[in-house]
């Protein structure tokens, strides 16, 4: 919305009155946040986390589908709701350094970052989700993470 968190937090406290563009922004942000249909980050935390253990395709298929729903919200608004909350789930290890990585890829153009998407920190042991095919190029970027995984294996259809 083009407003620091600490100005919205003016807003909230009474210490600032916003511009009426600023709240048909915030009323808009409050439409389009009821009638969401997409995942936010966090909801891609919750869903990786909660398939990551039972069924790792599916993981992944909702962790590609967050991040591209998340690279197609057009609006201010939409990319600023796109990073509120927090996960009510905990993801640990190589799925944590996955899917962290893989989301903080989404806000490389700017686009507003929840607070608790840290930086991953590389696996200490190389970790395959699935069995890397040789013939194919790796993903460079998870690679100097510690993540082998062919590109191919993140592209949706």
Request: hydrophobic share 45%; charged share 25%.
């Amino acid at each position: 919305m083009g407003r620091t968190p600490s100005r919205l937090g003016d807003y909230l406290a009474g210490r600032t009155t916003p511009s009426a563009l600023v709240l048909i922004d915030l009323e808009e942000a409050a439409e389009q946040a009821s009638r969401r249909a997409w995942m936010r980050a966090a909801d891609v935390v919750d869903a990786v986390a909660e398939t990551s253990g039972s069924d790792p395709v599916w993981a992944l298929r909702l962790l590609l589908q967050g991040r591209d729903q998340a690279r197609a919200l057009g609006t201010p608004a939409r990319r600023a709701i796109w990073a509120t909350g927090t996960p009510t789930r905990r993801l640990h290890g190589p799925w944590k350094v996955l899917t962290y990585a893989i989301l903080r890829a989404c806000v490389d153009d700017g686009r507003p970052m929840p607070r608790w998407l840290v930086a991953p920190t590389p696996l200490r042991v190389p970790w395959e989700p699935f069995p890397v095919r040789g013939a194919r190029p790796v993903d460079e970027g998870l690679a100097r993470l510690g993540i082998r995984i062919n590109e191919h294996e993140l592209v949706t259809a």
